[in-house]
């Protein structure tokens, strides 16, 4: 949960006091950082794989080898019910945000060379205009998914730790959005999360207990997502929110209930939760070519953006 607030910000980059003569040599660290956090991610893919939330779909790679093209930076192997397939991967800066345009040129790159199942796209942020997707050739078609990196990648040392590999790259799900118009006003509906079975080659569909909370952007301008509407569902009891879904109890909604006053450290008024907790936004005025964006935060803690156009 993010709270707006008084806060401090800190940096894990080292600023140290650097002389005239030094600036004016060339030096070759950025490029030997850059290189060591190449090799430290794809050691750490081939021995940790992907997790994307179900065991039975867990991604190992046989190998991982490094390429030396400027957007496809390795491929590594893995395998499926079928035998074994190939990705490719692009790998983003250590402090930089993923952008889609580099996105669009790994996967002109990954069309051109015609010979993988899946292209993977890595970093620690994303632009939020980037989706999961399929691409289609003549050659056949791929998946193209968001990876995101553990924060602890960029800190040296914490990746040494073997129970830290399970958790060191998530595929981030795109979030299944239905936009319904209502009369002048419209609502946003959060159906789930769609998220690709790379073993089974399938996209499957999980249900909203797999999201912590959602927020809403009822005129998002493409450039700043600006927080209109947020909440809560799903629960850590699966069992909760099946009976909370069915109508039998509200268990579900009070333990998320529960957990928001813990970590807001406030008491919440039951009435004023009620609008809070939900798979079903307020209305939002209609309005032709107007967009809303939906921002997704999942029991991972991952977020994904989808927008819409009304």
């Known amino acids: 949960m993010r709270v707006s607030g008084p ?21 070759s660290r950025p490029v030997e950082e850059m290189e060591n956090f190449e090799k430290l991610v794809f050691n750490r893919l081939q021995s940790a794989g992907i997790n994307n939330g179900d065991k039975t779909q867990h991604t190992k790679f046989t190998r991982v080898e490094q390429l030396a093209g400027e957007y496809l930076n390795a491929e590594g192997f893995y395998q499926t019910e079928a035998g074994e397939g190939k990705a490719y991967i692009h790998l983003g800066g250590k402090y930089s945000t993923v952008s889609k345009d580099a996105v669009n040129r790994a996967i002109k790159e990954c069309r051109q060379r015609r010979d993988a199942d899946w292209l993977l796209i890595l970093g620690l942020s994303f632009e939020s205009d980037i989706e999961n997707r399929a691409i289609s050739t003549r050659m056949g078609s791929f998946r193209v998914d968001k990876i995101r990196l553990h924060d602890d990648f960029l800190q040296d040392g914490l990746m040494k730790k073997p129970n830290k590999s399970s958790g ?70 699966k069992d909760e929110f099946a009976k909370w879904h069915r109508g039998l109890s509200d268990l579900a909604k009070q333990n998320t209930k529960k957990q928001a006053e813990k970590t807001l450290k406030v008491e919440i008024d039951d009435e004023a939760f009620d609008r809070l907790y939900g798979t079903t936004s307020h209305p939002i005025e209609y309005k032709k070519g107007k967009k809303v964006a939906v921002r997704v935060i999942s029991q991972f803690g991952e977020e994904s953006t989808k927008v819409l156009t009304m």
Request: negative net charge; glycine residues 6%.
């Open 7 to 27: 806060f401090t910000v800190e940096t894990l980059q080292n600023f140290e006091p650097v002389s005239p003569a030094d600036l004016a040599e060339p030096t």
């Open 168 to 237: 060191s790259f998530v595929m981030i799900g795109e979030p299944d959005i239905r936009l319904t118009r209502e009369g002048d006003t419209a609502v946003a509906e959060v159906c789930g999360l769609d998220i690709y079975d790379p073993i089974k080659d399938d996209v499957r569909s999980r249900d909203p207990k797999d999201i912590a909370y959602w927020m809403v952007d009822d005129d998002y301008d493409g450039a700043n997502f600006i927080v209109k509407q947020v909440f809560f569902c799903g629960s850590d009891d």
